[in-house]
Every structure is written in structure tokens, then in C-alpha cells.
């Protein structure tokens, strides 16, 4: 997979971008496990992507929610057996 982050906002720790291969659409949030720092990618549709990218801030509660666990179904990658914990 090639992710290619289109929008980043640090202040509010998340990304959007596309993935390069499949063409999907993304909103990545960092985590960690304790012993290593990574993303995690869920998926929106194009409509999604286009509001989220003209008000980012539209995103936010959507990433909250990503950090609450409650978007799992929407993880591009499944989640290994020590999955890290939204930073």
C-alpha cells in the first residue's frame, strides 16, 4: 500500500490523503503501542474526502471518534494483536 497524505493537520494530529494503489480515501490518526509509533487509516468516500478537505475541521469529530474506537470497521489495515493506543 502507498499512502499519500494530501492534507495534514498537526495541530489536531490527523491526516487526510489517498491511498496511491486502490485509490481509496483516508483519514489517518497516529498511536502507539509502547514500542512503536504508526497510523492507522480508515476509509471515507469521495464526498467525505472533498468536505473534509475544504473544512478540515469538519473532520474533527469524525477523528474522535476514530480515536474512541468506534470506526474499526472502516480500518484500511486490521489491527495487529498489540494494537497501539491513539496518541
Not at 494503489?21 to 492507522?40: K, Q
Not at 471518534?65 to 494494537?83: F, K, M, S
Amino acid at each position: 500500500m502507498q499512502f499519500r497524505d494530501i492534507i495534514v493537520r498537526p495541530e489536531h494530529m490527523f491526516t487526510l490523503g489517498v491511498e496511491q494503489i486502490s485509490g481509496r480515501f483516508y483519514v489517518s490518526i497516529p498511536v502507539s503501542n509502547g514500542m512503536v509509533d504508526y497510523e492507522e487509516y480508515y476509509e471515507i468516500d469521495r464526498v467525505t474526502f472533498d468536505l473534509f478537505s475544504h473544512d478540515p475541521d469538519a473532520a474533527l469529530p469524525f477523528v474522535s471518534r476514530c480515536r474512541r474506537r468506534e470506526l474499526d470497521g472502516l480500518l484500511i489495515i486490521p489491527p495487529g494483536t498489540n494494537r497501539g493506543a491513539a496518541i
